[in-house]
């Protein structure tokens, strides 16, 4: 059991991390008693993010911006640096789902823009945190990937191509990086999260009744993996996908011939329709960057 001081004096730097898997991240970690810089697009969100962190007793400040934007990833950098004086964990967690619909429908630009935030912000930021700190001092980042990069699925084909390459990503600088710094991805299924509301409101007791562990995931279960990662009790852990997804990898099996449902989440996006009527909201769907990783439902 990872040990409620196992950061003791590290510092931390967390993306997306104003509320859902973020925040929470951001608060076990805390817990552990690292110190945190957390960001996302929103400054009201940021701030108020960094006053609930606080409210536990918890040192955080916060850095509001794209992660798209490069200064922004420096500044973020510089902070940390600046306020804490080393950068021991980054966790990459801020992600799109835009363009969601048919592939041969995604507009350039926005497929561009995709992995500008699913993949160029991970790897810039894992450059900058390793010149200000981990090349002499190692250290632990951790990438938020998803379930789905092993499988396709209705409408999500930009996310998972985008987040499948962040985890080739995450093995490549795994590999490069060792031994002074790991670096792992997380990969969690669908997660109560309000960008993946669109999915589990309308039939979360189906999806549920589908997973051999009876329930959707929530951002404390993805938590929870990301702080074991950046502990030492992963110190002899690199370069790893760690599902975090309720059984659906295995669900095929989930009570053969019983007539339950074994795909149901693809049920859901193949019934979304990414032109009109059953459209997600536009906070939970085809939505640049933010303050949530896991806004596609896998």
Same mark, same amino acid.
């Given at each position: 059991m990872t040990s409620s001081a196992a950061l003791d004096g590290r510092a931390a730097l967390i993306t997306g991390a104003s509320r859902g898997i973020g925040?929470?991240?951001?608060?076990?970690?805390?817990?552990?008693?690292?110190?945190?810089?957390?960001?996302?697009?929103?400054?009201?969100?940021?701030?108020?993010?960094?006053?609930?962190?606080?409210?536990?007793g918890?040192?955080?400040?916060?850095?509001?911006?794209?992660?798209?934007?490069?200064?922004?990833?420096?500044?973020?950098?510089?902070?940390?640096?600046?306020?804490?004086?080393?950068?021991?964990?980054?966790?990459?967690?801020?992600?799109?789902n835009a363009p969601f619909g048919p592939l041969m429908d995604a507009d350039p630009g926005v497929w561009r823009d995709a992995f500008a935030v699913n993949v160029e912000a991970p790897l810039r930021l894992t450059q900058l945190a390793w010149r $200000?700190?981990?090349?002499?001092?190692?250290? @632990? =980042?951790?990438? %938020?990937?998803t379930e789905g990069t092993y499988?396709? +699925?209705?409408?999500?084909?930009?996310?998972g191509t985008s987040k499948a390459a962040l985890l080739h990503l995450t093995r490549q600088l795994a590999g490069e990086l060792a031994p002074g710094v790991r670096v792992n991805a997380v990969s969690p299924g669908l997660v109560r999260t309000e960008m993946a509301r669109f999915v589990w409101e309308r039939s979360?007791?189906?999806?549920?009744?589908?997973?051999p562990l009876a329930r959707i995931g929530e951002p404390d279960d993805v938590a929870r993996a990301v702080l074991w990662l950046v502990s030492d009790e992963a110190d002899w852990v690199t370069g790893t996908?760690?599902?975090?997804?309720?059984?659906?990898?295995?669900?095929?099996?989930?009570? $053969?011939?019983?007539?339950?449902?074994?795909? @149901? =989440?693809?049920? %859901?996006?193949?019934?979304?329709?990414?032109?009109? +009527?059953?459209?997600?909201?536009?906070?939970a769907g085809p939505d640049?960057?933010?303050?949530?990783?896991?806004?596609?439902p896998r």
């Open positions: 925040l929470a991240t951001a608060q076990a970690l805390g817990e552990a008693g690292a110190r945190l810089c957390i960001t996302a697009r929103d400054p009201g969100g940021v701030a108020a993010a960094v006053d609930r962190l606080a409210a536990t918890i040192t955080a400040v916060g850095c509001a911006g794209s992660v798209a934007d490069p200064a922004h990833l420096a500044r973020c950098t510089d902070l940390v640096m600046r306020t804490f004086g080393r950068l021991d964990v980054l966790v990459n967690n801020a992600a799109t $200000a700190w981990m090349r002499e001092h190692g250290g @632990a =980042v951790v990438n %938020v990937c499988g396709v +699925g209705p409408h999500v084909g930009a996310y979360e007791q189906r999806i549920a009744r589908s997973l996908d760690l599902l975090v997804d309720g059984g659906t990898r295995v669900r095929a099996a989930l009570r $053969a011939g019983s007539g339950v449902p074994t795909d @149901a =989440v693809h049920d %859901v996006l193949a019934r979304t329709d990414p032109w009109g +009527g059953a459209e997600p909201p536009a906070t640049p960057e933010g303050s949530d990783a896991e806004r596609s």
